[in-house]
T-cell receptor, first 115, second 112 residues
């Protein structure tokens, strides 16, 4: 079965650079969620989109922005990167109405390293 | 969303049942209890969820107390592959979507 696809899987950037992460949800899923997980930390909710509109916002820095496109894929843009942005970034998707179970389907994550 | 409290770590012998507790004393009537797990740096994986009745699926059982202030996830026959961080999440609906707030889960180590 198709899963959530994230790219790139690994990314290395310098401080003050910009990075873009992409997320392709499972087909027919209309909601996308972004999480950040620092080393030894628990996943922190950043932002979510439902039908291409931002729906919930968590602890996302102002330097970060995200959007969901007409094909439902989403991109997380991070500017003025700081060392503390080094983390695993997970994307998750859910079907319309959460499919009755409320289950989120997570991708394998994108590991960002800021040097 | 209600906060949850879980023990930071637990050990379990392979083949034995693993019982992972979770306290959610401020849960409200329309909030569900969800369990996810994360195996070393992989994406979190859904296990099970419930509202007030006990639930069972192919992965685990979920026991929710009558007052709904706590719950227990049961892995009936733990294997080495069940070693992971287990998260108990109480989820309510916000703006038509359902953000999940991960707290500090329980790091389960299954011992051979």
């Amino acid at each position: 079965a198709a899963g959530v696809i994230q790219s790139p899987r690994h990314l290395i950037k310098e401080k003050r650079e910009t990075a873009t992460l992409k997320c392709y949800p499972i087909p027919r899923h209309d909601t996308v969620y972004w999480y950040q997980q620092g080393p030894g930390q628990d996943p922190q909710f950043l932002i979510s989109f439902y039908e291409k509109m931002q729906s919930d916002k968590g602890s996302i820095p102002d330097r970060f922005s995200a959007q969901q496109f007409s094909d439902y894929h989403s991109e997380l843009n991070m500017s003025s990167l700081e060392l503390g942005d080094s983390a695993l970034y997970f994307c998750a998707s859910s079907p319309p109405g959460l499919g009755g179970t409320g289950e989120l389907f997570f991708g394998e994550g994108s590991r960002l390293t800021v040097l | 969303d209600a906060k949850t409290t879980q023990p930071p770590s637990m050990d379990c012998a392979e083949g034995r049942a693993a019982n992972l507790p979770c306290n959610h004393s401020t849960i409200s009537g329309n909030e569900y209890v969800y369990w996810y797990r994360q195996i070393h740096s992989q994406g979190p994986q859904y296990i099970i969820h419930g509202l007030k009745n006990n639930e069972t699926n192919e992965m685990a059982s979920l026991i929710i107390t009558e007052d709904r202030k706590s719950s227990t996830l049961i892995l009936p026959h733990a294997t080495l592959r069940d070693t992971a961080v287990y998260y108990c999440i109480v989820r309510g609906a916000t703006s038509g979507t359902y953000k999940y707030i991960f707290g500090t889960g329980t790091r389960l180590k299954v011992l051979a």
